[in-house]
């Protein structure tokens, strides 16, 4: 009998064998879940420490994001702006917010243990993302492995090759290294080279490591979850490319190698230990800046703050 807690629908074997190399496409089970109803989301937002809550909204420039304050709205309130406006709430690493979320975390990547060979992580996390009709994330790419789980709503997500010239690795080096932030350059050329998905609840997928993407939500809210897993292979792929980062932006070596193995890539792993030991590498302590305000009355679901009325926090 199946456990009524279960995430995921069968995991069949051409699923497990393409997972980490190419993108999977997956069913689970958390559309139905009582956590995601608007009752729950409501909840989520009144009571999650803000240090976990980033809402943001476009410009008019759509390349630009901004951080809005919830400025006292009630969870309902804030729903009914991201269901009218363009806003894009993410409320970070819930498995230390709430232990239902642990719970389910734990879960997901227990099953995916059980049914993908060798498949083993570390360093899980959790984000839950709500957001407006047609809000877009904009090309780029993340450091770890990433799962995006559709629980409300349709999107789309455009994929590409974890590879030149969709994903250069003087990019990757810089953002591994945390001197550059994860947006790529993006040509509209590149779509044709894109694999393209549309996400129904219930959908869950997962690509190869580093693959670029962007994704564009269809005229309804959206309700969606992101995982992230390191591995022992992302954590190589991470040292070889920081130790590429150092030789080809410090000490001025055009790195030729991205092995995961053999000499030149323990090499890496020496020399990236060794660069850290320096206190070289940057260590930045971020600030987020509230620029606007929640409004489900203005346009788009928020309105900008006057600078004397801007919040800054720490994160
Ligand atoms: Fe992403």
């Not at 064998?17 to 689970?28: D, Y």
């Not at 979320?101 to 839950?128: H, I």
């Not at 080279?193 to 670029?212: K, R, S």
């Not at 309700?223 to 070889?240: F, G, I, K, N, P």
Request: proline share 6%; glycine share 6%.
């Amino acid at each position: 009998m199946r456990d009524e807690r279960q995430v995921f629908e069968e995991i069949d074997d051409s699923q497990a064998r393409v997972w980490g190399f190419h993108t999977a496409r997956l069913r689970h089970r958390l559309a139905e879940n009582e956590l995601f109803t608007d009752e729950s989301l409501a909840g989520l937002i009144e009571t999650i420490d803000p240090r976990h809550m980033d809402i943001t909204t476009m410009g008019e420039d759509v390349s630009t994001w901004s951080h809005c304050d919830r400025a006292g709205l009630s969870g309902a309130e804030v729903l009914e702006a991201v269901r009218r406006g363009r806003l894009w709430i993410n409320m970070m690493a819930m498995e230390n917010v709430d232990p239902r979320f642990a719970d389910l975390l734990g879960r997901m990547y227990s099953e995916l243990e059980e049914a993908v060979p060798g498949f083993r992580t570390f360093k899980r996390k959790l984000c839950l993302l709500i957001s407006s009709p047609n809000a877009q994330v904009f090309y780029h790419f993340d450091r770890p492995g990433q799962g995006l789980w559709q629980v409300r709503g349709r999107k789309r997500i455009w994929i590409y090759p974890p590879t030149e010239p969709f994903l250069p690795p003087v990019n990757v080096e810089n953002v591994m290294r945390s001197l550059d932030l994860e947006d790529l350059p993006f040509e509209p050329w590149y779509d044709d080279y894109a694999q393209v998905y549309d996400l129904e609840p219930g959908d869950m997928l997962h690509w190869a490591l580093n693959g670029p993407h962007r994704v564009t939500n269809y005229d309804m809210l959206n309700v969606s979850l992101t995982t992230e897993h390191w591995t022992d292979q992302v954590r190589r792929s991470y040292a070889m490319n920081y130790g590429n980062g150092i030789l080809r932006r410090d000490l001025h070596w055009r790195p030729r190698s991205r092995s995961l193995d053999g000499p030149g890539f323990w090499a890496k792993v020496a020399l990236t230990g060794a660069w850290r030991a320096t206190g070289l590498h940057s260590r930045t302590s971020y600030k987020r800046v509230l620029t606007h305000q929640v409004d489900p009355d203005a346009p788009l679901g928020r309105r900008a703050l006057a600078e004397k009325d801007q919040v800054v926090v720490s994160i």
